[in-house]
């Protein structure tokens, strides 16, 4: 029997011949109920043939499905190779192990606190962090190297302080603003991340709906676990979105990509700048290694496991050579606005003003690529000065993503000169923890945290705020402190309050 | 039979029959032995319906009391609906489940150390953490968003130090001194503080014999939960007070409350500027949720409960229009001298220069409105150089509240520049462990405290004071220092002392 | 019987008979053997009533020796009041409480560390930290209000580093320089510390030894446990001592003392200038008052307990008075070199060189006094430059003292301009964990670390150091940072190195 | 039976024989399988005579193997003394007492992470720090004083954060660049660190292998456990060799050691000048305290043992009184370049130009020699501003060393001026714990680092690295923050995220 080609066989085919197909040499999946023949692709898989082999011969579905959005297998494998549909009932289900770090988070899924209980975005994190799949988790929450740029991202916002004024009318605030050209309710977008389903199996269209329903645009990432054309589907009426590009080293995909998102709507482009290459997140890796490496010993330096986590799983098409000089080449094959995600200093902002584009995203990659990195706000409040004295201020819309948690840190951005702030993680964790409901709420506890600071800084409209509302003279102090003094610290004897008192009376009692 | 406006009967109401009104659709609660049908109340409530319902049909008098002042219900709930006295021997006395923790706090009560064991006023809030119900306790001690200028407020002041002379007569030590015409004993007063009952049955009268004794004047608050005059009569001799104002959106309300303090003798206004909106304070919000709304799974965004914690409840009145050109007319309506209390920037202190009012308190509301506001200490350090460049330092009065724990603290506002302190939480932590005795010992702390460090400054009297002996360099460094290293912390070996050693002599012992 | 002014008697005072005289109203107690009715001196006993009533018919030897120098007594109490010896075969022996600290104090000296294994000055405070008695562990290491000035003083040295010069010949160092006339042979002296029996039975004498054994010198303290008879009596040869004074109120006691200090050789007066009153040490307090107060509950702030701690009993005498126009008077009665001990300001270093002293110790009394006072190292780099541009530099010696721990903190004081600097509880912590041999190897230790130190700066001896040796920018920085980040810390799942590796192989074998 | 001088024996020498001269006597001992009498050499031991007699008349292999080059007895024990070979099967074996410690460290041996588990170079210190023996651990690891350089040199990195660029064609990553005239493919070298075989049997040549793999350049230390030609031998092909030399009081002796390793084939010539005397350091001593101390109770400071841990042991021939004026000789004796190791301030890098040497290395040792000590990073940001003002800055090649580990770390050096960098315990602790393996793959980890992190800050090759892409603002502040506020932080209540929900559904089922 010869299943090459054979796509439009009325016969389904059985587990068990699939399950002979479980080498290297000849290495069939199961992929939502059909089978591949992926024999060939094993060296060119992006995230290395080892994640492939551990399912030879087996339904791979479950590990497959968020990280890869529907259309993969038939953009990218040969039709061939396509060998139809699976007689499920005849694959064998395969016993797990009992996991007891699996069996700890469902105790913990079944205590989980109700929706009611989060009172602001960290609570969404303290909460997927409990229940999330500890890969999922990792993926979402690790960052570069020693993770000081991911904390910075949102610490750097504790270094700036407010200068509030009192006795202004602040009875009705408008928090509405404009983002390249279109009116929203309020100044943030949801930006660009990758692998929905990690956190909920419906994926990314979680966000757009939360994105509808409160007003605010929705960038849809270029490694999305659902297709493009599903998050573009679930738009309703007049909801904008924009789209985020990695840059593929072949640039007629990029530029089909491109077209295809122009048509459908998109009023936005921002190309990533900031990720020639994706980064190395050891938190991420430390966990996939469990998974997949734990069992072997490799004996030296020439063998560095290069299926480093899921970052590098998806990523390897992005071009790192991609430059100025490309921009006129992008600018001419679309009508949308076209913004650079993840300008770092002034001087590239500069630049990117000359070379005509409509913005730029201050932004770090949320701390997942370049340690030591500053923060996009740190990055602000550096460039606007700049701007304002060559008199280049108004001529781009400035955004910054990276460590909003709070709505004193959107006003923070705003009174420094951004138009608007992207959110990233925090939406994906009141998605992973409560599905819509949560980012339903996550975006509701923004609106009312920041209607009321308006109110408290003394603004009633986001026209109003400005610089001279912050106080950012510790913003770019990046110091560490002397070492600390240990003989000093372990000698000193701190003081305490006053002792519980064991009066006669009481004792007697106790 | 019918209640209606039937307050005038012999015949008492019985606990059975009020028990029947205990839907939405009849609420009757009782509070303090009477009944009050409060059913078309319900919808109005500032605290939300969902809190009475929680009592419909039973006794509310212990929730009720001490988050209303007594003549709440006269003032607010329409005659017709009082209903009269009740049988309360009729009532059913509900059987309260048995809190665990609750029983672990009759304990710690039981302990608790004596008065005497109390040496700062730290020591007072280390003790009511530990006795105080844990409502309460969340009620007065918690802050804005992150709590950071919660924080803040105590820490600005270590930021500050001293430079102290030598070689002075401090033999006698006065530190009396003149606020808004009134001399005192030492230069901080009372300030006000909502929902006193909360801490102790007796309420903010405690405070007002406490300030007498030592001779400092109490700023009776708003949302106090003794009424306006119970506080007032309190009062003996010349003792002085002074009223705060939340300004209601009904402006004749306001000028009627004006018109009563001037006519009862308040010597000064204090008009809260920087609450247009009550803050949310969610430590507050979380310890209320476990009363009311555990058992509610919302769906979704809208449904955002907005009865979060007490502050909620007790401040929708407060008219967040309330602006600069109400202030003549403001000066209009009393002979009292006016001051706006929550002043933060330099500009708006010479604007309130301009308007004529005769004092400022840089304040923060206590770290409990808008997170990342700078401490009131520090927006002195910032104030009166301004002013004195100006020639404006003597115009006005000015006070500072917030974070003081220390009488270095009271020295340190002093030689900035201030008038005097408020002083506010510390006096509830001593009234709610230890009554009257309690902030009786705690002022004269402070005095014993002042009077130490005056010697040790240099100065005999306060008007010594003045910035010469404070060195503020490090006052407005708002730095988070570099994330930590978290690998690196954990590989480090931290030394330590000598182990102990076990000579054969000792070993043989043991 | 009648046993007044009876002090030649033959017959011995029975322990039964004084017994009898247990009350307020007759109160006799046991020293050393010999009786004392002090029912009269009650209530000028300056640690105040209630501690000598403890022992109101009783043997209150152990307390009372500790905090009193031997010849007390006979200076303060009326002969008429000394009733003579007591036979003390007939005192009972007080059955004490079984105290379960001191039972666990007991077993910590058992296991102490031999002396060798204290390689510098924070080992013996680890182990002085253990093995010393709660009380007198608290005294010494007390410090004003919240210990900020006390922790400083250290800390103050990790915020200056060195910039050493290399390719210097250091083969031979030479520590030795001169103070006040005196060749020392390392430029630190032994400060003066009050109540040295606290530590060591025999008290200060064995400071005086060590002393003498490296040839640096003491200054004695007008509160030592030791008689300052006893402390002149035990030097020996050439060895040099100074007189650290409390000026009393009563001048003609001053000047007595003053006079026959002189007169037994002393070579230098230290005045100290920063204790017109002797500050309350919280921790101290806390320790005392599980001594005597706890089983009383004071009603309120009237009957604060003024008998706070060891430092109050001691000091009542001082003079708070004192002041520049009484130095005149000290430079007419001695020929003895004058120092200022406890400046703290520029201001006041450039007066004290107009007044004509010889000498200032830049020095916040040990962190005891003025919480926030700053470190006397701090002052010294705000002085030296100053007193440089004024031509004053070479007017006066300057000595530094607090916080001394490390060689290298005495070089980074001399580098600063410091003549020398006083060390004080290192040398008590010494002296209570080991006595004599404590005390010798905290000194050799020094001399070590000062010898390799030197080499590794590029000094071979002490008058090559100076200011282009350290890097002093951070010193005067007093930042808290910003109040933590408790949510965000609290969600951060920090990175961790590599888990244990359970290998098959492994596994089988646990 | 005389051995004297009879080392052609045919007959072996017997343990028993040996054992008799167990005594400062007569003292033997067996190194190697042969038997030497060191009576006469006690008192010359660099290390104390106390550590030989331990093993007077046994074997003492174990211990002298990993601190002294194979060649020492050869080199300084005269031939009279070698006895000759022994039948070591008569040599009694030391029943070792059981070392619970020892126990623990061989079951975490056992269970030790794999390789594949380490991603970064903390991670081998991680796991170096879990599985080697105690003394090596605390050689390696320890530092001076408080450890304060020691921590700093590290933390310093963390002080300096990237401006990165975008949009640069980072397709191709040149790493490579050229250390004195040799081109190597990263810009590290392994740097000289003592007493390999503490970590490694084989000791330095272990490093020798890496570095060859990897194609960077290994600096030779003087004090290897290896000896000088083991190293020189264990080189292939081109491989470069430095050597880093310890300028020995008898120049003779240094003149032979620099003509042989020219001889040799080393490109390089370090002069260490930062170590006139080698550091106490107190972990290392402590450490060997509980070897050979831990019974003995010295009496006071005139017996401070002075057998303090290895680096003393192994460094008194040292030279403290080479300086500049040694220089011109150096440069006479040698065509190799020399440069100075440990240079700390830019005054002696400009004099190190005037004299004509070649280099320098700004370092502090590792921070093991003078605490306080700045990073060599921090220097380097001093030193590069100021020679390029004096257009000296291509005079010389500049390197840092201290506190590597990361390649941002090395990105950072070489923008702000290094040539390259010294890595030195990384590798130590990677060899001690996977050996070569480890050592290899450490050096690739930085190698996969660096590229990406060149990709991210914009620069495709090291000649491309300069001070615009970093912002140092923050590195020469050496602050410690104000001492914490004990009671404060005692009193405050940290806030947290949701608690679990104990639904009655959720209730029921637990």
Redesign the interface.
């Known amino acids: 029997m010869n299943h090459n080609s054979n796509n439009t066989q009325a016969v389904k085919l059985t587990g068990e011949e699939i399950a002979k197909h479980n080498s290297r040499e000849s290495c069939w999946v199961i992929v939502d109920g059909r089978a591949y023949d992926v024999t060939e692709f094993l060296p060119e898989h992006p995230g290395g043939p080892k994640i492939i082999l551990k399912y030879a011969g087996k339904d791979a579905t479950e590990e497959y499905a968020p990280i890869h959005p529907p259309d993969t297998l038939d953009k990218y494998l040969d039709k061939g190779k396509h060998l139809g549909e699976v007689d499920m009932k005849t694959v064998e289900k395969e016993e797990k192990e009992v996991d007891p770090d699996e069996a700890e988070r469902q105790e ?1 899924v ?11 975005l ?2 969404f ?3 997927a ?1 409990r229940v999330m799949k500890k890969t999922a ?1 990792a993926y979402y ?1 690790s960052g570069a ?4 740029t ?3 991202n ?3 916002f ?14 009705s605030i408008d928090l509405s603003t404009t983002m390249l050209g279109t009116k929203v309710s309020i100044p943030f977008y949801v930006t660009a991340t990758a692998l929905g389903k990690l956190g909920n199996p419906e994926g990314e269209v979680v966000l757009t709906r939360g994105a509808r ?2 007003n605010v645009i929705q960038m849809i990432p270029t490694l999305a676990s659902c297709s493009f054309d599903e998050i573009v589907d679930e738009r309703q009426g007049d909801q904008v979105q924009w789209l985020q590009l990695y840059v593929n080293k072949n640039r007629a995909i990029t530029k089909r990509i491109i077209e295809h998102a122009e048509a459908r709507g998109c009023k936005g482009l921002f190309i990533t ?5 994706l ?2 997140r ?2 991420d ?2 966990s996939k ?1 469990s998974d997949v ?10 063998s ?2 290069r299926s480093q986590g899921a970052a590098r799983a998806i990523s390897s098409f992005i ?6 000089d ?2 006129p080449w992008f600018l001419s094959v679309t009508k949308m606005p076209i913004l ?1 995600k ?4 002034v ?2 902002v500069i630049r990117a003003i000359s070379a005509g584009v409509h913005g730029v995203v201050l932004s770090n990659h949320g701390g997942r ?6 923060s996009g706000i740190e990055v602000l409040a550096e460039v606007m000065p700049e701007l304002r004295r060559l008199g280049l201020d108004k001529k781009i819309e400035i955004y910054v993503d990276g460590g909003i ?2 709505a ?1 840190d959107i006003i923070k951005a705003l009174c420094l000169g951004a138009t608007g702030v992207g959110i990233g993680r925090p939406f994906l964790y009141a998605m992973s923890a409560y599905g ?2 949560g980012v ?6 923004l609106k ?2 920041m209607e ?2 308006m ?3 003394g603004c009633s409209s986001v026209d109003q705020l400005g610089p001279e509302f912050v ?1 950012t ?2 913003l ?8 600390s ?4 610290l ?15 009376e ?1 004792r007697s ?2």
Chains 1, 2, 3, 4 share one sequence.
């Open positions: 913990r079944a205590r989980m606190p109700i929706l009611e209980q989060c009172y602001n960290m609570d994190e303290a909460v962090k988790w929450s190297d020693d993770e000081i991911l904390r910075e949102h610490s750097a504790h270094k700036i302080w407010f200068r509030p004024r009192v006795l202004v009318n602040v009875e329903k409160h700048v900031d990720a020639p290459q980064g190395r050891e938190k890796m430390r290694f490496g734990s069992n072997v010993q490799d004996a030296g330096g020439d560095v496991d071009d790192p050579a991609l430059c100025w490309d921009l650079l993840g300008v770092q200093r001087e590239d690529q370049l340690d030591f990195a500053r948690r709070r004193t819509l409901p339903d709420r996550a975006m509701q506890l009312d945290e009321m600071n109110r408290l800084i106080d003279r510790g770019s102090m990046h110091t560490t402190g002397v070492p003094d240990t003989l000093g372990d000698v000193y004897d701190p003081l305490v309050g006053p002792r519980e008192s064991f009066r006669p009481v009692k106790l």
